[in-house]
């Protein structure tokens, strides 16, 4: 198994880095574990305007991202360590155990009494450290997994609380479960970093891990993914399907209903008593813009 | 000759898929290998692939929409 070597926290880079290893790479086993700086992240046919209140996160300073796995949407800071697990598999057969096995194990050797909860993730007590997904194509599969170590958990709650927020839509739908971290079962570990060294060291025993750094021209090639591709706005919020949604709007003066439809990021179908409000048809759904064309902000934040 | 591409079972307790994404329209010829539609299930997102090659007649279902193994989601000749 080769263990890719990656110091980096961008989860644009990251994101970048998974997409890359596992369309460039066929004929290898690839196991990695990283972190990232904070970030929401989406599944790929969801709808990111119900799972996260978009002003607040781009206000906070939390990056947000759409990734190519199937699944619901998770926050992840520097108290969170991901594990990716790329490898052939049999095409359209899917299995969990194979995967979330290893990491059960290697953290009940750590002391974590782990066992697999909500079908795909792994819980102690019955509360979730990790959530899983995979993406499927040909005969490769990725699986990749968060393990909440000390992530702040109150972030991860009040940004992506794993609600719909009454839209209408075919989106895939999160599935919010009781979290905790794991540093309450494994005290031994000061640090996430102490942990990560920990896991690392009890997953190579299973793994046998050969250690492998990107070439230069391996690094371009994510970064030009990243770019073009996981920072582009038609990606992230363009993606996923379409949803109505219907808001009550308060203002200083007047409390009024408004709906609208967003396809493709793009805001449609305004209904409204208040005509200044059919100006948003055509605009991008996102904080600046809608503020700007309503000319308030605290209205503006009112249709996230 | 025409035939139906029906929703795979893509793990033993599987009951039902959704046709997320479709990767070839209808009209579009496709080879044996080639990427038809994606379907989401359990988390996981499927690339399916032509068994064979041929070409899209009809989607039966539209992207989002929830569908039963063995149900039919195109027709194909």
């Known amino acids: ?304 | 000759m025409k035939s139906e591409l029906t929703m795979p079972k893509l793990r033993p307790d599987m009951q039902q898929g959704v046709v997320v994404a479709w990767l070839k329209q209808p009209g579009e010829p496709f080879q044996k290998g080639d990427a038809i539609y994606e379907v989401e299930s359990d988390k996981v997102v499927n690339q399916i692939e032509a068994e064979r090659q041929g070409k899209l007649c009809r989607q039966l279902v539209e992207e989002g929409d929830a569908v039963l193994v063995g149900d039919p989601v195109a027709e194909v000749e």
């Open chain 1, 1 to 304: 198994m080769l263990y890719i070597e990656n110091p980096s926290t961008d989860p644009y880079y990251n994101q970048a880095l998974e997409e890359y290893l596992f369309t460039a790479i066929q004929d290898e086993d690839l196991f990695f574990l990283w972190r990232n700086t904070p970030v929401v992240v989406c599944g790929k046919y969801q709808n990111l305007f119900a799972e996260v209140h978009v002003p607040t996160a781009l206000e906070e300073k939390v990056a947000l991202l759409r990734r190519i796995s199937g699944g619901g949407t998770v926050y992840h800071d520097l108290g969170n360590i991901n594990y990716s697990l790329i490898t052939s598999c049999e095409p359209a057969t899917v299995d969990y155990t194979q995967f979330l096995n290893p990491m059960i194990a290697a953290l009940s050797r750590l002391g974590a009494p782990a066992e697999i909860v909500a079908g795909n993730g792994i819980g102690v007590d019955g509360k979730k450290i990790s959530g899983s997904a995979q993406r499927m194509v040909k005969r490769r599969v990725l699986h990749h997994g968060t393990l909440l170590f000390d992530t702040d958990l109150s972030r991860l709650r009040t940004l992506a609380d794993g609600a719909a927020h009454g839209d209408v839509s075919k989106a895939t739908a999160s599935n919010p479960w009781p979290v905790t971290n794991l540093r309450t079962v494994l005290p031994q570990f000061d640090t996430t970093e102490q942990f990560f060294d920990a896991l690392y060291a009890e997953l190579d025993k299973a793994f046998s891990f050969e250690r492998r750094t990107l070439r230069k021209e391996e690094e371009a090639a994510v970064r030009k993914i990243a770019e073009e591709k996981y920072h582009d706005w038609d990606w992230t919020f363009g993606g996923g399907p379409g949803f109505e949604r219907t808001r009550t709007i308060q203002t200083p003066e007047d409390t009024f209903p408004l709906s609208f439809t967003v396809k493709k990021g793009i805001i449609q179908e305004v209904k409204s008593e208040q005509p200044a409000f059919t100006a948003l048809n055509g605009h991008r759904f996102e904080p600046e813009t809608v503020r700007r064309i309503i000319g308030s902000r605290s209205v503006a934040e009112q249709l996230f």
